[in-house]
């Protein structure tokens, strides 16, 4: 049975993404990618929100057309592009698979057993892209794991992580990871409250 995770970068300040949704300040490198990818072969779904969903969709099938694209980045396009992709909109009314963007299906909303049935289906991870999708899988109990990478950068404005949580969720630390690069990965469970 796979389990619900989500993975983000943050600033140090808090923030995962900045004005009009840079994340250019995000401290990638090889080290990074060889990460993302280790996480993508454990993954069997990707779970979006419309948003995260279209900046992916814009941005991952062409990196495979690109000849300047690294080694690494090629690896995670097409894992992502391959990937089973779920998106939850209320505004969308279809989504369109491609060359190199397949296995897309649209949901219009989180419902707790469609989500035990998925997890049923599926032996590798079902990971949550999306700040405002993700506060609804916490909000519904939905969570197994959270991993945050804490970029040792601090920005001015953009969202907060998690902005819009409105009640506390206790977390049990799992593991922590430090990169050359100076980010740090945090992973926690989510505790249910007794």
Request: proline fraction near 3%; glycine fraction near 6%; aromatic fraction near 10%.
């Amino acid at each position: 049975m796979g389990k619900v995770t989500t993975f983000v970068n943050i600033s140090v300040n808090g923030f995962f993404e900045g004005a009009a949704h840079d994340i250019s300040w995000h401290n990638v490198d090889e080290e990074f990618n060889l990460f993302a990818i280790q996480m993508l072969r454990e993954t069997g779904v990707i779970f979006f929100g419309r948003s995260t969903y279209q900046l992916f969709e814009n941005f991952w099938p062409l990196v495979t057309k690109d000849p300047m694209a690294s080694q690494s980045n090629l690896e995670i396009a097409n894992l992502i592009n391959n990937v089973d992709k779920i998106v939850f909109s209320k505004t969308l009314t279809k989504v369109e698979e491609g060359e190199n963007w397949k296995n897309v299906k649209l949901f219009h909303e989180v419902l707790p057993d469609t989500i035990e049935d998925l997890k049923q289906q599926y032996v590798r991870n079902l990971d949550v892209g999306g700040n405002n999708l993700l506060i609804n899988f916490v909000r519904l109990g939905l969570i197994n794991e959270i991993r945050v990478m804490i970029n040792p950068v601090m920005i001015t404005e953009g969202t907060f992580f998690l902005q819009g949580i409105q009640e506390k969720v206790r977390l049990k630390l799992l593991e922590t990871r430090t990169f050359k690069s100076g980010n740090v990965l945090l992973c926690y469970e989510p505790l249910k409250e007794i």
